[in-house]
């Protein structure tokens, strides 16, 4: 099977970090993986049009240089697949190279061609990316939760693969989860995101909450991590918020501590489907935060309730509003030996939910439709930097 994700310099982290643990389980199934990096023009991405631009058709923008790398790029491509000879799957890591994956598909015979979606690409993906979708029948997008299926649901049917872990980072989140402490003295309320959308993620929200959380419960600390660098307007917000700590790219050790050390974990972005578009697909940070043993609070609308059991692990605010967070932050910071039961509940589960050889099945039933030709017989093949396994099986291509 081929593989189209971006050029390194092109990815989004979340997307290549997806892409690397799909590549990681269908390596440790048996499927024989190629993995090609089509070269991209901004025509042809993400990268937004003047508003001059943006009233012509697509192919009177696509002109001169940009017409002519993007030929090269699929010249360069039906030249490496054809000496690929038939496949059973073309996966487009990206809806942007969707162009490209048919043409790919179409030379190579393969009968699937799943395009994976990562995030809001699902409300940024352009007019003739959503034609296409709709028009070939080889393609089906894949998302990472029910919510982003219903979002494509207009343009295609399509599946939903959660996301997976890498290995090591699962399991130094479920050891922090292990370790037993003794509460500190002041409850701990834990964000964790890229710290440049700080305002996309909601932490004005959760400040406003916390603060009126300490109105009546007194001390509630507010800890923000993730990775930087932090814009000069969330030092501004951190240093004004009482009881608020900044930790800016904090190292795996240091963050699963983060996460196994708070009380409750809260991830509150907004859901805009329109310019500035953010929202959560599924919301990993909630699954880590759940496999170190923090009980979470998520997002009022989105993807995220897929990576949680909603009043069991997690809590869900009825909308956006720092009133209706502060809420459910002081139902569940008032009895802090229920959110440590929480937390523990919330570790099994997202155990289970991220068990590495379940989420080798999901991959191949949902991208090839099959079970693994090689059934993982430890867990520890599936590490992001396994090479594929050799047998007497034939291999997935």
């Given at each position: ?228 660098p932090a814009p000069g307007a969330l030092h501004e917000l951190v240093a004004a918020s009482e009881h608020t700590e900044l930790h800016e790219n904090p190292g795996d050790e240091a963050l699963a501590r983060l996460y196994a050390t708070a009380d409750l974990f809260a991830l509150c972005t907004r859901t805009r489907t329109s310019p500035p578009v953010s929202g959560e697909a599924y919301g990993l940070a909630l ?104 047998t007497g099986t034939p291999a997935v291509r």
């Open positions: 099977m081929l593989l189209l994700s971006p050029s390194p310099d092109r990815q989004d982290p979340d997307a290549a970090r997806d892409l690397a643990v799909i590549a990681a389980r269908l390596r440790a199934g048996g499927a024989e993986l190629l993995r090609i990096e089509p070269s991209e023009t901004p025509a042809l991405t993400g990268a937004q049009p003047t508003t001059a631009a943006a009233d012509q058709p697509v192919a009177a923008r696509l002109t001169g240089a940009r017409l002519t790398d993007f030929g090269r790029s699929l010249w360069h491509t039906a030249l490496g697949t054809r000496a690929l000879g038939v496949l059973d799957c073309v996966v487009v890591g990206r809806a942007d190279l969707i162009p490209v994956g048919m043409l790919a598909a179409h030379l190579t015979g393969a009968r699937r061609v799943p395009v994976l979606f990562h995030g809001t690409d699902m409300w940024t993906m352009r007019p003739h990316l959503r034609w296409l979708l709709r028009r070939d029948p080889l393609l089906y997008p894949v998302t990472t939760s029910s919510f982003g299926a219903g979002a494509l649901c207009a343009v295609s049917v399509g599946a939903v693969l959660a996301p997976g872990l890498e290995q090591r980072w699962r399991d130094t989140l479920l050891a922090e989860a292990g370790r037993r402490r003794p509460l500190p003295p002041v409850p701990t309320v834990l964000s964790v995101f890229r710290l440049d959308e700080w305002e996309a993620k909601g932490l004005p929200a959760l400040v406003e909450a916390v603060a009126e959380a300490r109105r009546v419960l007194g001390a509630v600390r507010l800890v923000v991590a993730g990775p930087g699954l880590e935060a759940q496999l170190a043993g923090c009980a979470v609070i998520g997002p009022a609308r989105g993807g995220a309730r897929d990576a949680y059991r909603n009043g069991d692990t997690g809590w869900t605010p009825s909308d956006e509003s720092p009133q209706a967070l502060a809420r459910v932050l002081l139902d569940l910071l008032a009895d802090r030996a229920r959110l440590a039961r929480a937390g523990r509940q919330a570790a099994e589960w997202a155990g289970a939910c991220t068990d590495p050889r379940a989420h080798t099945r999901a991959v191949f039933n949902t991208l090839l439709g099959c079970e693994p030709v090689v059934p993982a017989p430890a867990e520890n093949v599936l590490a992001a930097s396994q090479p594929p396994r050799t």
